[in-house]
């Protein structure tokens, strides 16, 4: 039997995962991956390189490399957001997902052309958002590079397309251009002072009210070209298209895409969320606003909320991207105070609760085994979209009253230990419709066997 060693990036620093499941692992050592269904490659995990025993098929040892990497990311993801991986590797079978059509005819990107002073004032009136919340994250920060951009303008030299997104009361979202735009805008506003310039060393150092009047007149009329998407546009196609052209050398995550989309209201009321003090307790404090996944895990529950709660005729095919998509767009258009005031204040009641009946443990993956130990293993998302929604139904005072603190700790920890098709469930594949279905049935019949627990008390 041959002995194959590669390089592929080596666990120099373990990381120290809370648990050891299929296909993680924490340090060196053999270990088993799967690549394909009924197929496994064993290996050997060592300081520097991983050696692969019995392989000579190039074909699969580049499975087995593209596998191994997926799976490291998956742990440095987790480890940096202190939320569990939902698991849906590529490796796992799930099930068929019915996807939305929509009719092409709807499609429609109007090309347009604004004088810069024009879209100055779609900034300063609001019609053009900027996510201010959103820009602490992705606008430049090198001062030399913004000067760049602005020293291309009074140069007279076309900047690249933008691309808008239209809502029906004509407010327009930045898809394409959101760097590019806060910039101008700054220069605008006598917040930049140009440096680093390249050709027109006569503008160094200034900011625009000290440009030349010849300069200050090339930025006023200066035409910016814009592609923008109709309001009647599919919000998936939407998505989509901002998935593709989205700038910058990070490429924006589907919630940071969500959040550029949002409205004012929506994003606000997300944030407010997730920033709250009920959130961090429940939580405690170890979901990390990394990549915006605290704001995801509140979108996911709103929108098994709107489907239990919200008389919205909504349904949750196994699809979770396009279902986190469909929510935004859902609040987007429906975004009444009422609405808004009842999902966030549900939400305050869900998380108080958690805390009062769960402690330390809420939305923690905790079997009997483990529990003494009081070790505090990662956010499970598929514990905190269940039980964020079945608790949210309970004001914080009958919960409190009528319930002694910890007191469905040990109970969920029993259904992870003796259930097995419950762990399966939080475990892999944890956004299949069954497997959600599941999750919310046990926390339903733990829920009224409590409440049934306590009238037979009273």
């Not at 440096?195 to 007149?217: H, R, V």
């Not at 098994?304 to 909504?314: E, H, M, P, V």
Request: one cysteine or more; hydrophobic letters at 35%.
């Amino acid at each position: 039997m041959s002995i194959i060693s590669i390089r592929v990036p080596a666990i120099e620093n373990p990381i120290q995962l809370q648990e050891t499941s299929e296909n993680e692992w924490t340090g060196t050592g053999e270990y088993s991956i799967k690549i394909r269904k009924d197929e496994n490659i064993q290996f050997e995990l060592l300081d520097k390189d991983i050696r692969l025993q019995h392989i000579e098929d190039d074909y699969l040892i580049n499975l087995f490399i593209d596998e191994y990497n997926n799976v490291r990311k998956r742990q440095l993801d987790e480890t940096a957001s202190g939320i569990e991986n939902d698991n849906e590797l590529s490796l796992i079978t799930i099930e068929n997902i019915e996807r939305p059509n929509f009719d092409p005819e709807q499609i429609r990107v109007d090309p347009r052309v604004y004088s810069l002073p024009e879209v100055m004032r779609f900034i300063d009136r609001g019609r053009i958002n900027l996510s201010p919340d959103f820009q602490r994250y992705f606008v430049w920060k090198e001062v030399k590079k913004q000067s760049r951009l602005i020293e291309s303008l009074l140069l007279r030299i076309p900047l690249p397309v933008f691309y808008l997104s239209e809502d029906g009361d004509s407010s327009l979202q930045v898809v394409d251009g959101l760097q590019r735009l806060t910039t101008i805008h700054k220069f605008y506003k006598n917040e930049l002072t140009l440096k680093g310039l390249e050709y027109l060393e006569d503008c160094e150092g200034k900011t625009f009210e000290t440009l030349a009047t010849k300069y200050q007149n090339r930025i006023e009329d200066a035409q910016l070209s814009f592609n923008v998407i109709a309001p009647t546009t599919p919000v998936s196609v939407k998505f989509e298209i901002f998935k593709r052209i989205n700038e910058g050398g990070k490429p924006l995550n589907n919630q940071e895409i969500r959040n550029s989309m949002a409205k004012n209201p929506v994003r606000s009321m997300i944030q407010r969320m997730a920033n709250s003090e009920h959130f961090k307790r429940a939580t405690a404090n170890s979901v990390k606003p990394i990549r915006m996944e605290d704001q995801e895990l509140i979108l996911r529950y709103i929108g098994f909320y709107l489907i239990k709660y919200g008389n919205s005729n909504r349904i949750y095919n196994g699809d979770m991207e396009s279902f986190l998509d469909d929510t935004l767009d859902y609040i987007n258009k429906n975004t009444s105070d009422h609405l808004l005031n009842r999902l966030e204040g549900d939400f305050y009641n869900a998380m108080q609760n958690a805390f009062h009946l769960l402690g330390k443990s809420a939305f923690r993956k905790v079997d009997l085994e483990s529990l003494p130990y009081l070790r505090k293993p990662l956010i499970n998302k598929s514990l905190f979209t269940v039980w964020s929604v079945v608790l949210s139904q309970f004001t914080v005072d009958y919960i409190q009253r009528s319930f002694t603190s910890g007191y469905l700790i040990y109970k969920i920890a029993e259904e992870i230990s003796q259930d097995n098709n419950y762990f399966e469930a939080l475990t892999t594949g944890t956004n299949q419709k069954s497997k959600l279905n599941y999750s919310f049935n046990v926390a339903e019949r733990l829920i009224q066997d409590m409440i049934n627990t306590t009238r037979e008390n009273a």
